[in-house]
């Protein structure tokens, strides 16, 4: 998992040195690593382009309980559920 914390901060060179060894620490294991916090396409993209896949956040939903999950990997959709 990457920090919402350090995702946050992909601006700075620092942290998205630090960003980048965190996704391929895992890779060395066959592993990966999910960025949380992930609130904008471009946030999303730069992760993208350091090879992290598999991110969670804002972009796609606001947290939901166990129903709603449910409801929205049934409906097919990353759309909160009102």
């Given amino acids: ?3 919402a914390s350090l995702v ?5 060179k620092q942290y998205a040195a630090i960003v980048a060894t965190i996704i391929n620490m895992p890779k060395t294991l066959g592993m990966i ?3 949380e916090g992930v609130e904008s396409k471009d946030i999303k993209h730069q992760l993208l382009q350091m090879g992290c896949i598999y991110e969670q956040g804002y972009l796609w939903s606001k947290p939901v309980c166990d129903e709603d999950f449910i409801a929205l990997v049934i409906k ?3 759309s909160t559920i009102p």
């Fill in 1 to 3: 998992m990457i920090a």
């Fill in 8 to 12: 946050t901060k992909l601006q700075s």
């Fill in 76 to 78: 097919g959709t990353s």
């Fill in 33 to 35: 690593a999910v960025a």
